[in-house]
């Protein structure tokens, strides 16, 4: 079945600089990605979703970038700041499935 | 906009317990879903349910039930729980197979 690899698990920026988490995948007809934000003590948060015909989407302050022939997901949080500071998953579905595969997660901290 | 809801908040209970949480919607979406957390091993799906009575197994659905009564509602049971057992349980809603919405989630600790 489907498999996803998420790195890295811990990232440290400082305020300002970017911030890049990549998840890649196994399944060549994965349909749907998205990426999700969770804060301690809290639910997941959805930040941006894609479909497999789409190589990038830019939403205030984020880009996602997909990379079908490498099977490569990119989240880019360009000048991260303090507000930034979660834990990031990636997921990936395939056309036919309601399940959906989770990352690991990135323990992202935005330094002031 | 919509939400969802999980009671409790926070659980504890005793070796070999059955736990009851719950997870109420109001987006009127078909399908839920709940998940386990572990630390440091993201999501894990245990039940889902594409609509009302129905009930589709995760990969991790032994030691759980779960209950889809009404559309709005899903219910997991812990059917017995393991000492020092420590998660937490998040519940998740969509429409037509498309993104995720997620509860705050439920702390359970047994003791």
């Known amino acids: 079945g489907e498999q996803v690899e998420q790195r890295p698990p811990h990232l440290s920026v400082r305020e300002g600089d970017s911030a890049i988490i990549i998840c890649t995948y196994t399944?060549?007809?994965?349909?749907?990605f998205s990426w999700y934000k969770q804060e301690a003590g809290a639910g997941l948060q959805l930040l941006m979703s894609v479909l497999s015909n789409v190589d990038r989407k830019e939403e205030q302050g984020l880009t996602v970038l997909l990379n079908k022939k490498d099977k490569r997901l990119s989240l880019n949080l360009t000048a991260a700041h303090p507000g930034d500071s979660a834990v990031y998953f990636c997921?990936?579905?395939?056309?036919?499935?309601?399940?959906?595969?989770f990352g690991k997660g990135t323990h992202l901290h935005v330094l002031p | 906009g919509g939400i969802i809801t999980q009671t409790p908040k926070f659980l504890i209970g005793q070796e070999g317990q059955k736990l009851t949480l719950k997870c109420q919607q109001n987006f009127n979406h078909d399908t839920m879903y709940w998940y386990r957390q572990d630390s440091g091993k993201g999501l894990r799906l245990i039940y889902y349910?594409?609509?009302?009575?129905?009930?589709q197994k995760g990969d991790l659905s032994e030691g759980y039930d779960a209950s889809r009564e009404k559309k709005s509602s899903f219910s997991l049971t812990v059917t017995s729980a393991q000492k020092n057992e420590m998660a937490v349980f998040l519940c998740?809603?969509?429409?037509?197979?498309?993104?995720?919405?997620f509860g705050p989630g439920t702390r359970l600790t047994v003791l």
């Open positions: 997921a990936v579905r395939d056309t036919n499935a309601y399940k959906v595969i």
């Open positions: 349910s594409i609509t009302e009575n129905d009930l």
């Open positions: 399944d060549s007809a994965t349909a749907y």
């Open positions: 998740a809603s969509s429409i037509a197979r498309v993104e995720q919405y």
